[in-house]
T-cell receptor, first 112, second 112 residues
Framework: KQEVTQIPAALSVPEGENLVLNCSFT??????LQWFRQDPGKGLTSLLL?????REQTSGRLNASLDKSSGRSTLYIAASQPGDSATYLC???????????FGKGTSLLVTP | EAGVVQSPRYKIIEKKQPVAFWCNPI?????LYWYRQNLGQGPELLIR????????DSQLPKDRFSAERLKGVDSTLKIQPAELGDSAVYLC??????????FGSGTRLTVV
């Protein structure tokens, strides 16, 4: 059974810092990996989707990398802002259309 | 393009009462998922539909939970009777051919 772990569970940084969120998974035979953002009381917003054949994806200040063989992904957030405060979830899929296996998330607080 | 629409947004019921949640996926998305998210946890799959067929319901507590997806579009998830431990956020998501997953805003259920 695929297990997804996210470290750290919580993180507090001052505005302007660059930061890295980590995600690891036990079964490297994944189809894709997706990073989501969840604001309190809200649903999930997709940030980046990395197919298993890809190494990284970028969107604005966000960059996600994937090392499938070692079962790791990182989400890099550059020049953090208070509006980035949210919970960030990592999820992997074992096949096209298959359900996602989620980590427990990293709760990020960016202070002004 | 409208996203995944869920209703209601919030529901408070007494234990042993029935409750139903509704989901309208993105047009053209053949795969529909119901997830349950407990506080401080990542979402966990309850059931996955390919068109109108339930292809993965192994995590659905079938003694009290039921779901249907009529005509392969909208879906309803029902709990009868509800228990205190069913308090959670119920999320609906849809996808097309593994091109990424889009989530609705969720229904927050409180059983008292």
């Amino acid at each position: 059974k695929q297990e997804v772990t996210q470290i750290p569970a919580a993180l507090s940084v001052p505005e302007g810092e660059n930061l890295v969120l980590n995600c690891s998974f036990t079964d490297s035979a994944i189809y894709n990996l997706q990073w989501f953002r969840q604001d309190p009381g809200k649903g999930l917003t997709s940030l980046l989707l990395i197919q298993s054949s890809q190494r990284e994806q970028t969107s604005g200040r966000l960059n996600a990398s994937l090392d499938k063989s070692s079962g790791r992904s990182t989400l890099y957030i550059a020049a953090s802002q208070p509006g980035d405060s949210a919970t960030y979830l990592c999820a992997v899929s074992q096949g096209s259309g298959y359900a996602l296996n989620f980590g427990k998330g990293t709760s990020l607080l960016v202070t002004p | 393009e409208a996203g995944v629409v869920q209703s209601p947004r919030y529901k408070i019921i007494e234990k042993k009462q029935p409750v139903a949640f509704w989901c309208n996926p993105i047009s053209g998305h053949n795969t529909l998922y119901w997830y349950r998210q407990n506080l401080g946890q990542g979402p966990e799959l309850l059931i996955r539909y390919e068109n109108e067929e339930a292809v993965d319901d192994s995590q659905l507590p079938k003694d009290r939970f039921s779901a249907e997806r009529l005509k392969g579009v909208d879906s309803t998830l029902k709990i009868q009777p509800a228990e205190l431990g069913d308090s959670a956020v119920y999320l609906c998501a849809s996808s097309k051919g593994g091109d990424g997953y889009t989530f609705g805003s969720g229904t927050r259920l409180t059983v008292v």
